[in-house]
């Protein structure tokens, strides 16, 4: 019988490795799960529709406007929706909380955090700052948006109450980030896309949408968090992230899986971003 109380969305382009094992895990929960597509070249629409998934296609630009078309593309018939990205799984854990989902309880709720599970390169990072990890990846539909004042990080906002679900994990691996050539490739261009959202906001075009509130729910805490960061100065504060992430946060204790991402993510990309900033500001005091 099908899930009247939520549905999927998911977000694709060329993900024939990663959906099969993704649709497979949420297979038993009979939800209906639409997926709005970039364009794939490869067997990811073929697999979508044996699964029996509603496909659409949408150029992609970047991840926050991709959500804002997948929300208003579908017909969708249940009051939630879990959105999810093709390279996430659900536990069993999860799964199971979501098939005891029924709404009960959750009438004044608007958004629900799933805790994130990352693996590298085959290994779970469990320091760093990345466990506990939570997302709103469950929205009353209608309700939750998509935050269009981000450029690259991609979040959902719902007014009003939300609560956390601590247990069970969507869990994140993207296998072809395990070839470093890819994960390089990929992040220089989230990079571009970042500096120039940073670029924006030093010149008062963007606001947080978020209101910042370091006692508040997980995005309200990185609201507060980013306020800080926006204010460091260029090219000392991919040190100053790099060490508590590593040290402070203990992901040295991740391996060298977790040396291998925690260098490159909160080192090499935050320096890459600020190179990056700094050339917007030259470009502009030239032109």
């Known amino acids: 019988m099908p899930n009247s109380y939520f549905s999927f969305i998911i977000l694709t ?15 038993s929960l009979y939800a209906a799960t639409y997926i709005l597509d970039s364009g794939s070249t490869d067997g990811t629409v073929v697999i979508a529709n044996g699964f029996g998934c509603t496909v659409k ?5 970047n991840h926050p406007k991709q959500w ?31 098939a005891g989902f029924t709404g009960k309880g959750f009438e004044d709720v608007n958004g629900i955090y799933f805790n994130r599970k990352n693996i590298f390169k085959g290994k779970w990072l469990r320091h760093g700052g990345y466990s506990p990890f939570y997302l709103l990846k469950m929205i009353r539909f209608g309700v939750g948006y998509s935050d269009l004042n981000e450029n690259m990080d991609h979040r959902f906002v719902v007014p009003g109450k939300t609560v956390i679900w601590k247990e069970g994990y969507l869990i994140e691996e993207n296998f072809k980030e395990n070839h470093i050539a890819f994960w390089i490739s990929k992040h220089n ?7 120039a959202e940073e670029w924006e ?3 008062k075009m963007r606001s947080q949408t978020i209101k910042p509130n370091l006692l508040g729910n997980p995005d309200e805490k990185k609201a507060f968090l ?14 100053i992230y790099f ?16 040396f291998v991402f925690h260098f490159l993510q909160a080192f090499w990309f935050r320096l890459v971003v600020d190179i990056k900033i700094d050339e917007l500001k030259k470009g502009q005091k030239q032109s």
């Open 13 to 27: 382009y060329n993900e024939e490795f990663h959906l099969p094992r993704l649709l497979s895990s949420i297979q």
């Open 57 to 61: 296609t949408n150029a992609f630009v």
């Open 68 to 98: 804002h078309a997948a929300l208003a593309a579908f017909n969708i018939q249940t009051p939630w929706v879990v959105c999810l990205d093709a390279d996430h799984t659900a536990s069993p854990e999860l799964v199971a909380l979501l």
């Open 189 to 195: 261009r989230y990079s571009d896309l970042v500096a």
């Open 201 to 203: 906001r030093m010149l």
């Open 226 to 239: 980013k306020s800080i960061w926006w204010k460091m100065p260029l090219y000392v504060r991919p040190f």
């Open 243 to 258: 060490f508590h992430r590593y040290f402070i946060q203990l992901g040295i204790l991740d391996g060298k899986q977790g």
